[in-house]
């Protein structure tokens, strides 16, 4: 059974990771009606209310389970639809489209952080106090952060249906274009192994390890970029 604590920190992170997602739809909804297709807007996904986004197991269930048992969890939302013919130049857009999600959990990343030093600097604020409520509420401030970082990184797999898919596509030739998309049917199979082998066989690649990496010091570089404090930064990723 799981104690209390358990289940009000799951809570905590699915709710943080459910307001990024939101952002995360919101941004490919509002890009692709930038650049010419109003599907999403007409069918109402252009919004930053997270019912419209949510999808019951991918959005609450399945990251709702993957952190009460305390390991790494991943998630999805309802797919923002995008009709292609809609676009003046598809492939270019369909890339951009992709892109709008990771770089708006990049934006987030530098508010979030940019916000906490805003607090420590004209307001009582001190998340180095360990005993206060301060610091529990630095703590979830920093990891909405990585889970944002992380989230942007992970959508960034060159893996249909990711959006590094898309993004990769509209970067390459036509030629090469069209011989990396014959590798889409392969791209969930590829992920569901890059996922759940290493808790099978402990000697494959464990992406979600290679990822917490990158977000890592993602995050640090971007604590840096805004001046937050490596001393707060540690005390609160790390104690």
Same mark, same amino acid.
């Given at each position: 059974?799981?104690?209390?604590?358990?289940?009000?920190?799951?809570?905590?992170?699915?709710?943080?990771? @459910?307001?990024?997602? #939101?952002?995360?739809?919101? !941004?490919?909804?509002?890009?692709?009606?930038? /650049?010419?297709?109003?599907?999403?807007?007409?069918? +109402?996904?252009?919004? =930053?209310?997270? +019912?419209?986004? @949510?999808? /019951? @197991?991918?959005?609450?269930?399945?990251?709702?389970? +993957?952190?009460?048992? *305390? *390991?790494?969890?991943?998630?999805?939302?309802?797919?923002?639809?995008?009709?292609?013919?809609?676009?003046?130049?598809?492939?270019?857009?369909?890339?951009? @489209?992709?892109?709008?999600?990771?770089?708006?959990?990049?934006?987030?990343?530098?508010? %979030?952080?940019?916000?906490?030093?805003?607090?420590?600097?004209?307001?009582?604020?001190?998340?180095?106090?360990? !005993?206060?409520?301060?610091?529990?509420?630095?703590?979830?401030?920093?990891?909405? !952060?990585? =889970?944002?970082?992380? /989230?942007?990184? $992970?959508?960034?797999?060159?893996?249909? &249906?990711?959006?590094? $898919?898309?993004?990769?596509? +509209?970067?390459?030739?036509?030629?090469?274009?069209?011989?990396?998309?014959?590798?889409?049917?392969?791209?969930?199979?590829?992920?569901?192994? /890059?996922?759940?082998?290493?808790?099978?066989? &402990? %000697?494959?690649?464990?992406?979600? *390890?290679?990822?917490?990496?990158?977000?890592?010091? #993602?995050?640090?570089? #971007?604590?840096? %970029?805004?001046?937050?404090?490596?001393?707060?930064?540690?005390?609160?990723?790390?104690?």
């Amino acid at each position: 059974m799981f104690s209390p604590e358990q289940i009000y920190g799951a809570i905590l992170i699915v709710t943080q990771f @459910i307001i990024l997602l #939101t952002f995360h739809e919101w !941004a490919h909804a509002k890009s692709a009606d930038m /650049l010419g297709d109003s599907t999403a807007r007409d069918q +109402g996904r252009m919004s =930053i209310n997270p +019912g419209v986004h @949510i999808d /019951l @197991i991918g959005t609450i269930l399945l990251p709702l389970f +993957g952190s009460l048992i *305390g *390991g790494g969890f991943f998630g999805w939302a309802k797919p923002v639809p995008v009709n292609p013919y809609n676009l003046k130049n598809w492939r270019r857009d369909l890339m951009l @489209i992709a892109a709008a999600g990771p770089f708006i959990n990049i934006v987030l990343t530098f508010v %979030i952080l940019a916000g906490l030093r805003v607090a420590l600097e004209f307001t009582p604020f001190n998340p180095l106090e360990s !005993a206060s409520y301060h610091h529990e509420i630095g703590k979830q401030v920093v990891r909405m !952060a990585l =889970i944002s970082v992380f /989230l942007a990184a $992970f959508n960034m797999l060159p893996l249909f &249906p990711l959006d590094g $898919f898309s993004v990769v596509r +509209g970067l390459l030739p036509e030629n090469a274009a069209r011989q990396f998309e014959k590798l889409s049917p392969y791209g969930m199979p590829i992920l569901m192994c /890059l996922i759940f082998l290493p808790y099978f066989l &402990p %000697i494959f690649p464990n992406v979600f *390890g290679f990822l917490g990496l990158i977000s890592l010091d #993602t995050l640090k570089l #971007t604590a840096e %970029i805004v001046g937050l404090p490596k001393t707060v930064l540690y005390e609160l990723l790390y104690r």
